[in-house]
C-alpha cells in the first residue's frame, strides 16, 4: 500500500525559491503533497519529491531550479502521485522509462561493434581482422543504422542470400555465425528481447561441390615453383608463397607475422598464442631455405613492424586475398590455394613414413586427447627441425631433377 506524504496547503513561491541562500548544509522547502525543493551548500536547488512506497519512505528526484520552474515540478509531483496511486513505484518507472529509451536509441552498429571490443582480445589476429573486415563490408552498411530492436528475421535472411548471390558461401557461413552472436551477446546484455539470427543455417544455399582447400601433387610442385619466378608476381607474393610452402603455417599467420617473432640466427620462428588459431604458441623451425628467404626480405622489408606490410598501409599486413590471386593468376585457381600447402605438406609426410605427431605439432593441430595435448605441447621441436629441413631438401632435388632453379639456388644466387 502506498501513502503520500505532505499537506494541501502550497507552502512556496517563486520570489521565495529565488531568494533562498545557501547554508553550511543541506536544506530543504516544503511544498505541498511531498514536495520540495533541496538547497545544497554549493548553491544548487534541486526538486525532490518525498513519498511512501510498500512501507518505505523514498525520494525522487524531479530536475533542477530554474530549469525546472515551481510549476513544473508541480506537475512532474502530480504525474508521480497519479502512479503511485496505481500501486506503481514512481522512482522504478522512472528508470525503467530511462533504460527504455536508451535501448531505443541503439543500432545494430553500436550493438556489433560493443561484441567485437568484447571479444577482440580473446581472438587471435587473423580472426579480429576477417570479423571487422566481414562487419564493415557486409553487416553495418546494411543494417548498420537500423535500431537494433526493430531488425528481423526475413532482413537477415536477405542480408545472408545477398552475400550468397556473389558466390562467397564461406562468407555467408562466417556472417550467419557472427550474426548469431551478435544477437546472443544483446540478449545477454539486456539490448534485445530475442534473437532473430537463430537457424538462419537452415536456409542457407547448399555448399559447391568442390574442394575447400585444393592442393597439387609433390610431383607438380617444381613446375608450381617455375611458374613462380616466370609469372609477374610482387616479390613480396613470390616469396610469401614459398614461405607458406616451406613452413606449412597458416596463411593468415605468415600475412601478420611480425620481424619480432623470427630468431634468424636460431632458425625460429616463434608465434604467440594470440595469433594462433589454437590460443597456443607455436615454434616454427626454420629449414635454412626457410631463413635464406627471411634474410632477402629483411633486406626489403626490415625497416617495417611487418615482414609483409600492405602496399597501401605498412602499418597493415598483406591483403588476405593476395596470395591465392596470385596462385590464380599462375593457373592455379581450382587446383591450389595458400592454406593447400599445408595439406600438401601433410600428405607427402605422413606417405613418407614420418611421425604422425612430429606432422600434427607442425601444422599446429591441437592433440583429441586433451591431457595427451597439453603434455605434448612443447615437445618434438629438434625432430620436427630435422624433418623441416627434409622436407625443403626433398623439393630442391625435386626441382633439380625437373632442372628448375631451386629453393637453395635462388636463395644465394
Known amino acids: 500500500m502506498a501513502h503520500l506524504t505532505g499537506g494541501s496547503d502550497l507552502a512556496l513561491t517563486d520570489s521565495a525559491i529565488r531568494t533562498a541562500k545557501p547554508k553550511t548544509k543541506i536544506y530543504r522547502l ?30 525522487m528526484a524531479l530536475g533542477a531550479y530554474p530549469a525546472v520552474t515551481l ?31 536508451k535501448l531505443e536509441g541503439i543500432t545494430f552498429e553500436v550493438l556489433a561493434r560493443e561484441w567485437f571490443e568484447y571479444n577482440a582480445p580473446r581472438w587471435a589476429e587473423s580472426t579480429r581482422s576477417k570479423a571487422l573486415h566481414y562487419l564493415e563490408r ?8 537500423r535500431q537494433v530492436r526493430a531488425v528481423t528475421r526475413p532482413e537477415l535472411v536477405e542480408l545472408v542470400r545477398t552475400v550468397e548471390a556473389r558466390g562467397a558461401l564461406n ?39 568442390r574442394r575447400h582447400h585444393p592442393n597439387v601433387s609433390f610431383s607438380e610442385l617444381p613446375e608450381l615453383l617455375a611458374r613462380i619466378d ?13 614461405l607458406l610452402l616451406l613452413t606449412a603455417v597458416r596463411p593468415g599467420e605468415l600475412r601478420a607475422a611480425p620481424w619480432a617473432e623470427f630468431d634468424l640466427d636460431a632458425a625460429t620462428w616463434t608465434i604467440p598464442k594470440e595469433r594462433m588459431k589454437a590460443r597456443r604458441s607455436h615454434v616454427v623451425p626454420l629449414p635454412a631455405q626457410a ?8 633486406e626489403i622489408t626490415g625497416a617495417y613492424r611487418l615482414v609483409f606490410p600492405g602496399q597501401n598501409d605498412s602499418s597493415r599486413p598483406m591483403s588476405e586475398n593476395t596470395i591465392n590471386k596470385a596462385l590464380r593468376v599462375m593457373g592455379y585457381e581450382g587446383r591450389q590455394t595458400g592454406h593447400g600447402f599445408r595439406h ?56 633439380e631433377r625437373n632442372n628448375i632453379v631451386t629453393i637453395k639456388q635462388r636463395a644465394h644466387g
Open 230 to 242: 616466370t609469372t609477374r608476381l610482387n616479390t613480396l607474393t613470390r616469396l610469401a608463397i614459398r
Open 71 to 101: 510549476l513544473k515540478a508541480r506537475q512532474r509531483r502530480d504525474a508521480a502521485r497519479q502512479t503511485l496511486s496505481e500501486g506503481i513505484d514512481p522512482s522504478e518507472q522512472k528508470k525503467a522509462t530511462k533504460i527504455a529509451n
Open 138 to 145: 557486409d553487416l553495418l552498411p546494411t543494417i548498420g543504422s
Open 171 to 209: 562468407v555467408a557461413r562466417k556472417v550467419r555465425q557472427w550474426l548469431h552472436q551478435i544477437f546472443r551477446f544483446g540478449l545477454a546484455s539486456g539490448v534485445v528481447e530475442a534473437n532473430p539470427a537463430t537457424d538462419l543455417d537452415v536456409v542457407a544455399a547448399p555448399p559447391k561441390d
Open 30 to 59: 516544503a511544498d505541498a503533497n511531498g514536495l520540495c525543493l533541496e538547497v545544497t551548500p554549493s548553491g544548487s536547488k534541486l526538486w525532490r519529491y518525498r513519498y511512501r512506497f510498500a512501507g518505505k519512505a523514498k525520494m
Open 291 to 298: 631463413v635464406a628467404i627471411l634474410r632477402e626480405l629483411k
Open 344 to 399: 600438401l605438406l601433410s600428405t607427402e609426410l605422413n606417405g613418407l613414413g614420418f611421425n604422425r605427431d612430429w606432422i600434427e605439432r607442425q601444422l599446429a593441430h591441437g592433440d583429441s586427447d586433451g591431457i595427451r595435448d597439453t603434455y605434448n605441447h612443447a615437445n618434438y621441436l629438434e625432430q620436427r627441425r630435422g624433418m623441416m629441413q627434409a622436407w625443403a631438401d626433398s623439393i630442391d632435388a625435386a626441382c
